[in-house]
């Protein structure tokens, strides 16, 4: 009769074998067996991120849609708050194009959040005070979402729309917004907010209109299939009566759409709300937002812990897991990749696969270093882009783990004039 043991300790000790008392040649079988199983994983959740997750959800969102109700006449009122930190030199402009948006006077009011600003932004914003146009100062800089919790109470209105100061909106975005929540169960809309390049067309904005393309299209597919995962600062919109008090250190277009699906609610992106918006001049400065975008976004997971359970929302549970969670984690398994394969190096397959590794990556340091000096060929500069995501990624990833989070940042507008 076979006996069974309920716990280690019961297990007779003359049968327990340590990996230490293996003979050599079993050791380099496991570590082998151990590293290939280590290369394998990581190579299959690379290719599922960025080819598996893009194919498969496209083939889900055709055969298994979810039917969208919109009412083209639906017309509640609208706030829209503009947030704003030293902005003025972009601030007016913004102004002007709210107010020209073809949306009825008496529904639609517009709050500019300053955020301690040092500039004449506060000006500029009093000066239309007259035409509806009201300003919120915060006295002390607190960042983004501090400002947010001190307009979004000011709103009388059903709907809010989140914009920042450099997103110039299209006249019909209002109307286009409000036709989903005619949809009882739409909590928030996210519009298409497209990059393009300032005055001198840097590699940076194209490697980031690039990049935003697809990140377009898994947004639309994510929307036909269930809800779109998360919002964009610049422009989405939510009902008033779902936004929940936000830290500091909260990103707002990330974490209130989690707590609305949290809800029971449904997230829509429409490709025809649009604005436009300069992407960063440099990749420094692309760098530093993404870092600090993948920090706050990994931390606002932590923050609405129910979205992480399948039972509740598979779809969308698929959704934020294969789009943001497993892409945040991208660094890690690519590192994994690289060690697996120079640890296999005495095998050919894996031999080939770590001198293809180093060489996308030698590819990247030479964009790099031809960047900075000169217009780098299109190969080059796509594999650096790639390399700065997925590094920004990783620190991250640490900085969210390290609970070093900051509230406040410096737009790139006006950093750059600072250094001017």
Not at 38 to 46: D, I, P, R, S, Y
Not at 151 to 165: G, H, L, N, Q, T
Not at 207 to 234: C, M, P, Q
Not at 237 to 261: G, V
Request: with cysteine; aromatic share 12%.
């Amino acid at each position: 009769m076979r006996r069974s043991f309920g716990n280690w300790s019961e297990f007779p000790s003359d049968q327990i074998i340590e990996y230490s008392q293996l003979a050599p040649s079993c050791q380099d079988a496991l570590l082998t067996t151990l590293l290939q199983f280590l290369f394998w994983c990581c190579a299959a959740l690379v290719t599922y991120i960025y080819a598996g997750f893009p194919f498969l959800l496209g083939a889900l969102a055709r055969l298994a849609p979810r039917r969208n109700h919109r009412d083209e006449a639906f017309r509640p009122t609208v706030t829209l708050i503009v947030s704003a930190y030293n902005e003025a030199a972009v601030l007016r402009e913004k102004i002007e194009n709210s107010l020209a948006l073809r949306y009825r006077r008496d529904l639609l009011e517009v709050l500019i959040v300053s955020d301690c600003s040092s500039d004449a932004t506060d000006d500029i914003a009093c000066e239309y005070s007259g035409r509806g146009v009201r300003l919120i100062r915060q006295n002390t800089r607190l960042g983004k979402s501090a400002g947010l919790n001190l307009a979004v109470p000011e709103a009388s209105s059903e709907i809010v729309v989140f914009s920042d100061a450099n997103a110039i909106y299209q006249p019909d975005v209002i109307e286009k917004f409000v036709r989903h929540f005619a949809d009882s169960g739409v909590g928030y809309v996210v519009g298409n907010a497209r990059y393009v390049e300032g005055g001198d067309r840097s590699q940076s904005s194209e490697s980031e209109g690039l990049y935003w393309k697809f990140e377009t299209w898994i947004k639309r597919k994510e929307s036909d299939f269930e809800s779109v995962v998360g919002g964009d600062g610049a422009i989405y919109a939510i009902r008033r009566k779902l936004y929940s008090p936000l830290l500091p250190t909260d990103i707002n277009d990330f974490l209130n759409p989690l707590q609305i699906i949290d809800r029971g609610y449904r997230g829509i992106f429409d490709p025809d709300v649009v604005c436009f918006e300069e992407t960063a001049d440099t990749f420094a400065q692309e760098f530093r937002r993404k870092v600090r975008i993948v920090s706050r976004a990994f931390n606002a997971v932590r923050r609405a812990p129910g979205v992480l359970d399948p039972f509740r929302n598979f779809r969308h549970w698929w959704l934020l897991i294969s789009h943001k969670i497993l892409r945040w984690l991208a660094p890690f398994f690519l590192l994994g990749l690289l060690a697996a394969s120079l640890a296999l190096l005495g095998r050919p397959f894996y031999r080939w696969a770590a001198m293809a590794q180093i060489a996308f990556y030698l590819l990247a340091l030479l964009g790099w270093a031809v960047q900075r000096e000169r217009r780098a060929p299109k190969p080059l500069y796509i594999a650096f882009y790639f390399c700065v995501v997925n590094v920004a990624a990783l620190l991250g990833c640490i900085k969210c783990l390290r609970g070093n989070l900051s509230g406040t940042w410096m737009p790139h507008r006006t950093e750059a004039q600072g250094k001017s």
